[in-house]
């Protein structure tokens, strides 16, 4: 099923955006694009996507003993399983974007893996076990780039491909392929990106999906069409989709006015700023800010802050820290590799922001792991950040301290797995290989590990719990 969208660009101001805001916006995407994209074809020509023959299927926990699961580096980390992409049924071996489904009345946990030429589903079973449930292809070109995010029971899957739009997929599909009453005999299989999906083309391709539940918002962040550059009214910016109705989705336009998005958090803001409370409030990471921008009305977003840092060299992701909106996590992508600010060292640098004001955001401190790595994604849980981090791997961080302490002078690394250990014996370096993106939310305690050349790795974290309360 096909449904497509009209960009109501022009009705939330789109002229007034620049060419030379969308140009150097694209510009600059391009360039870290193009700079990864060298660095895999580099490791694929030295065989480190080699499947199932380089990376063996693990089907039984190895526990982190002495700072070693098997041939990896960990702390308080066990390995419960792992698939490579090749056993995920990926023809191009290579891995990106992770996230995950419960489904409510069977309480089954599944995995959605992100591929360069579509998406494995696995299930997450007894001890943490993975089972290959079925795949979906792309929806067009293979690509480095894609990105997952779930509302309800439905999977939002978009990428950098060409015209590819954002596949909607209904994940109760997947109780039908291994279902409860016959458990053990099933064959994974390819769903249909004709008749299993429906494909909502009103935008072309994305870097990033921003889901937020609350108000079942998809907004499809650094968007282009067809195979132009982000010179588009929408500028790379916040292409929203409405997903009340996940078989007919509708877009109530986008939002250009600070250029391109690379990657957002949405909520329902409760915050100290009274001004905004009970709206819809982003957190956008915008390349070279943390801007902060009210979403409540669809025709008139409103730009609150934006605020820059020292140490900026690539604006990229970051996660809220406390349930009281106050403290903010912001990655940076490049000022390891361009050693820059805190950075220049060549340790994973974390940002700190007090959001407090949302009107005045502050940068308060940074963390810095002990390893040399570019961080990429991380998510807060009860005062842990789990951070997946390039060649370092998941790194577990107890960020609980910000309140006493918003400097970061108190944070603690508590565990880590390092999924990438070709460069373990030089304590890391600042390239783009390793771990894409992490899954740390299921019940259950089990954490995904998508790796770009090897694949699936399910982890159990040990360690302690958050030292304070936030």
């Given at each position: 099923?096909?449904?497509?969208?009209?960009?109501?660009?022009?009705?939330?101001?789109a002229s007034t955006?620049?060419?030379?805001?969308s140009?150097?916006?694209?510009?600059?995407?391009?360039?870290?694009?193009?700079l990864?994209?060298?660095q895999?074809?580099?490791?694929?020509?030295?065989?480190?996507?080699?499947g199932?023959?380089?990376?063996?299927?693990l089907?039984?926990?190895?526990?982190c003993k002495?700072?070693?699961?098997?041939?990896?580096?960990?702390?308080?980390?066990?390995?419960?399983?792992?698939?490579?992409?090749e056993?995920?049924?990926?023809?191009?071996?290579?891995?990106?974007d992770?996230?995950?489904?419960?489904?409510?009345?069977?309480?089954?946990?599944?995995?959605?893996?992100?591929?360069?030429?579509g998406?494995?589903?696995?299930?997450i079973?007894?001890?943490?076990?993975?089972?290959?449930?079925?795949?979906l292809?792309?929806?067009?070109?293979i690509?480095?780039?894609?990105?997952i995010?779930?509302?309800?029971?439905?999977?939002?899957i978009?990428?950098?491909?060409?015209n590819?739009?954002?596949?909607?997929?209904?994940?109760?599909?997947?109780?039908?392929?291994?279902?409860?009453?016959?458990?053990?005999?099933?064959?994974?299989?390819?769903?249909?990106?004709?008749?299993?999906?429906?494909?909502?083309?009103?935008?072309?391709?994305?870097?990033?999906?921003?889901?937020?539940?609350?108000t079942?918002?998809?907004?499809a962040?650094?968007?282009?069409?067809?195979?132009?550059?982000?010179n588009?009214?929408?500028?790379?910016?916040?292409?929203?989709?409405?997903?009340?109705?996940?078989?007919?989705?509708?877009s109530?336009?986008?939002?250009?006015?600070?250029?391109?998005?690379?990657?957002?958090?949405?909520?329902?803001?409760?915050g100290?700023t009274?001004?905004?409370?009970?709206?819809?409030?982003?957190?956008?990471?915008?390349?070279d800010?943390?801007?902060?921008?009210d979403?409540?009305n669809?025709s008139?977003?409103?730009?609150i802050?934006?605020?820059?840092?020292?140490g900026?060299a690539?604006?990229?992701?970051?996660?809220?820290?406390?349930?009281?909106?106050?403290?903010l996590?912001l990655?940076?992508e490049?000022?390891e590799?361009?050693?820059v600010?805190p950075?220049?060292?060549?340790?994973?640098?974390?940002?700190?922001?007090?959001?407090?004001n949302?009107?005045?955001?502050?940068?308060?401190?940074?963390?810095?792991?002990?390893?040399?790595?570019?961080?990429?994604?991380?998510y807060?849980?009860?005062?842990l950040?789990y951070?997946a981090?390039?060649?370092?791997?998941?790194?577990?961080?107890?960020?609980?301290?910000?309140?006493?302490?918003?400097?970061?002078g108190?944070?603690?690394?508590?565990?880590?797995?390092?999924?990438?250990p070709?460069?373990?014996?030089?304590?890391g370096?600042?390239e783009f290989?390793?771990t894409?993106?992490?899954?740390p939310?299921?019940?259950?305690?089990?954490?995904?590990?998508?790796?770009i050349e090897?694949?699936?790795f399910?982890?159990?974290?040990?360690?302690?719990?958050?030292?304070?309360?936030l």
């Amino acid at each position: 099923m096909k449904v497509t969208s009209v960009v109501a660009a022009a009705a939330l101001g789109a002229s007034t955006v620049s060419a030379s805001l969308s140009a150097e916006a694209a510009s600059k995407h391009e360039e870290v694009m193009a700079l990864k994209i060298k660095q895999w074809e580099t490791a694929r020509a030295n065989g480190l996507f080699g499947g199932s023959k380089l990376y063996k299927a693990l089907f039984s926990t190895v526990p982190c003993k002495n700072g070693k699961a098997g041939e990896y580096s960990c702390k308080n980390v066990n390995l419960q399983a792992f698939l490579s992409h090749e056993d995920l049924g990926s023809a191009s071996k290579a891995g990106n974007d992770v996230w995950g489904w419960t489904d409510k009345k069977s309480k089954r946990e599944f995995g959605i893996v992100g591929q360069t030429d579509g998406v494995a589903f696995v299930e997450i079973t007894g001890l943490g076990r993975l089972e290959y449930i079925g795949r979906l292809d792309t929806q067009t070109d293979i690509v480095s780039w894609r990105d997952i995010k779930v509302i309800g029971d439905y999977a939002y899957i978009g990428a950098e491909a060409n015209n590819h739009g954002i596949q909607i997929f209904d994940l109760r599909k997947l109780l039908e392929v291994k279902p409860w009453w016959n458990p053990w005999f099933f064959k994974p299989k390819t769903f249909s990106k004709e008749t299993d999906i429906t494909l909502f083309d009103g935008v072309g391709a994305t870097h990033n999906i921003v889901a937020h539940e609350e108000t079942n918002m998809i907004y499809a962040v650094g968007g282009r069409s067809g195979a132009n550059a982000r010179n588009t009214p929408c500028a790379g910016g916040m292409f929203m989709v409405d997903v009340s109705n996940p078989l007919k989705p509708v877009s109530p336009g986008c939002i250009p006015q600070d250029g391109y998005v690379h990657d957002a958090q949405c909520v329902i803001y409760k915050g100290p700023t009274t001004a905004y409370k009970g709206r819809e409030v982003c957190f956008n990471f915008n390349e070279d800010t943390l801007t902060v921008m009210d979403v409540t009305n669809k025709s008139a977003p409103i730009v609150i802050s934006r605020t820059p840092y020292e140490g900026n060299a690539y604006s990229h992701q970051g996660w809220l820290i406390d349930d009281a909106q106050t403290f903010l996590l912001l990655d940076d992508e490049l000022d390891e590799q361009n050693k820059v600010g805190p950075a220049a060292n060549g340790r994973t640098t974390t940002y700190i922001f007090n959001v407090a004001n949302l009107e005045a955001p502050v940068n308060t401190g940074f963390y810095q792991s002990p390893a040399k790595s570019i961080d990429h994604n991380q998510y807060v849980i009860d005062g842990l950040t789990y951070q997946a981090n390039y060649g370092s791997g998941l790194r577990v961080v107890d960020v609980s301290s910000v309140k006493v302490d918003p400097t970061g002078g108190k944070f603690t690394e508590t565990g880590f797995f390092d999924c990438h250990p070709e460069d373990d014996d030089v304590n890391g370096v600042t390239e783009f290989l390793g771990t894409w993106s992490v899954y740390p939310y299921f019940k259950s305690g089990y954490i995904l590990l998508n790796s770009i050349e090897r694949g699936i790795f399910s982890l159990k974290y040990t360690g302690k719990k958050a030292s304070y309360k936030l």
